[in-house]
């Protein structure tokens, strides 16, 4: 369903009107494509208080597409990054402020604000203090940009973990991801043999839910950077699984992931190589209020949004088909985290989704050598929103800070940055890919 709106407000007569009437005015988004893959200009490198990863930092950002400067080179940088991982008592804090205010309205459009923060103390109330504000800082910028330009809070540990977070971030690939705060919670940088055009490469990757929608357009983004694809669902979807196959070069393996023995049938279509990404994307929604809701809309949700990951999962893990080195992607959504009318099945099943992988995570790494992170779309367009009665569906595509709904591939490149070797130092994370969704915000 195309988004007229957004189109009327590309146009000059559609700006002026727009801006008179106080209305949302979303810009289009730039996202990859093969002509223009990389973020292109002028990166404003700056510190806020003494970093201790600064040399380091600058020599991640040197190897990315964008121009280097440590001060304003031209008028209209295309990204800034702040590094305040030094920051720590509030004092500091108006470094923060002295860096940015000066520099922040000549961001270009579509440019990108990275703040790095550094993990918050539990033992150091002002180090925490100060850090946390930094969250308030990024939340809030994220919603004064406008013009599809984002703000995000990066907190690291260690800079060579970060690259692969920084390169996402920096690039095209996040354009429907603002206001978020992600921690590379490992310290391990990326092999030095990476090969960030084609960052999956030599990885096999399984699907699910990959005959339409988001799911195709995840299967599409991985087999894009490198990977085979293996691309499941429904039997009674095999016709479009089997295109999608086609289309990319994968394997399409038709299963109903609720089968009890999904996690074996998996596991035997995967031998002998194994897997080294795992997607859980299918879900479903039976929407109704709980007073209204029988049993068999409640628990079909149930069973296809969660228990069958979590009985896949487990059961890929413990076979050994997740080879060390993979990785786990869930999918929740916004509805998970700030609750919905008519949803609280699925909001259950989201959120649930959001616990699994938050307790899992450490102790997969530890044994399996398996990172588990969550993105969690917002209002993306699919034939799931297309669905949706005109009136909600103009306020579902709005209420976020970029104006508009996202498109399945910005889930996809999210899904691919978490599943890359080079991201082995994001774990446990949920990304929200929502615009800076106000729900839940
Ligand atoms: N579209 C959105 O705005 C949005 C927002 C938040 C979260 N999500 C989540 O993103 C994921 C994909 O959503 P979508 O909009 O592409 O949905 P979709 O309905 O277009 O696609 C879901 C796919 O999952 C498959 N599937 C369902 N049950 C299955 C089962 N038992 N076994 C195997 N495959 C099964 C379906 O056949 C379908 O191809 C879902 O988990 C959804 O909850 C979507």
């Not at 146009?11 to 223009?36: D, I, V």
């Not at 950002?61 to 280097?68: E, F, G, N």
């Not at 293996?230 to 399409?252: E, F």
Request: charged letters at 20%; a neutral charge.
């Amino acid at each position: 369903m195309a988004d007229r709106y957004l189109n009327f407000t590309g146009t000059a007569p559609g700006r002026f009107l727009t801006r008179k009437l106080g209305l949302p005015q979303p810009s289009a988004l730039r996202r990859w494509t093969p002509e223009n893959p990389h973020l292109e200009g002028e990166l404003l490198h700056l510190t806020a208080g003494v970093s201790a990863h600064e040399a380091e930092v600058a020599s991640i950002l040197t190897r990315t597409h964008l121009k280097l400067a440590k001060v304003p080179a031209s008028s209209r940088p295309a990204a800034v990054i702040l590094d305040a991982t030094g920051i720590s008592d509030t004092p500091a804090l108006s470094d923060v402020h002295a860096a940015l205010h000066p520099v922040v309205r000549s961001v270009a459009d579509n440019g990108r604000v990275v703040v790095l923060g550094a993990p918050v103390s539990p033992s150091d109330h002002h180090q925490a203090a100060a850090q946390q504000a930094l969250e308030g800082f990024v939340r809030s910028l994220g919603k004064e940009l406008g013009r599809g330009r984002t703000a995000t809070l990066v907190r690291m540990r260690s800079a060579a973990a970060t690259e692969s977070t920084l390169r996402f971030l920096l690039s095209p690939r996040s354009a429907y991801v603002s206001g978020q705060v992600i921690e590379v919670v490992g310290e391990a940088g990326p092999a030095a043999s990476c090969d960030w055009d084609r960052p999956l490469s030599g990885r096999t990757a399984l699907v699910t839910g990959a005959a339409r929608g988001i799911g195709e357009a995840v299967a599409e983004v991985l087999a894009r950077d490198g990977a085979h694809v293996v691309v499941l669902d429904v039997p009674s979807a095999q016709a479009d699984l089997v295109r999608v196959a086609d289309r990319l070069g994968g394997t399409a393996l038709p299963l109903d992931i609720t089968a009890d023995d999904a996690g074996d049938r998996m596991a035997s279509a995967l031998a002998p190589g194994g897997l080294d990404i795992l997607v859980h994307n299918a879900g479903i929604t039976r929407d109704r209020k709980l007073a209204n809701m029988p049993a068999d809309r409640w628990n079909p949700v149930m069973d296809v949004n969660l228990t069958s990951v979590l009985r896949t999962t487990d059961a890929l893990l413990k076979s050994g088909t997740l080879n060390r080195g993979g990785s786990i992607v869930a999918t929740a959504s916004i509805a998970g985290i700030a609750g919905n009318v008519g949803q609280t099945n699925y909001a259950a099943s989201k959120a649930g989704i959001i616990g699994l992988v938050r307790s899992l995570a450490p102790g997969a790494l530890a044994e399996y050598g398996v990172t588990v992170n969550a993105v969690a779309p917002g209002f993306i367009e699919t034939r799931m929103t297309a669905a949706v009665p005109l009136f909600i569906r103009e306020a579902g595509r709005r209420m976020n800070s970029l104006a508009q709904g996202g498109l399945p591939v910005d889930v996809a490149e999210t899904t691919a940055w978490l599943s890359s070797a080079a991201s082995g130092g994001v774990n446990g994370q949920v990304v929200r890919v929502c615009g800076q969704s106000l729900l839940g915000s």
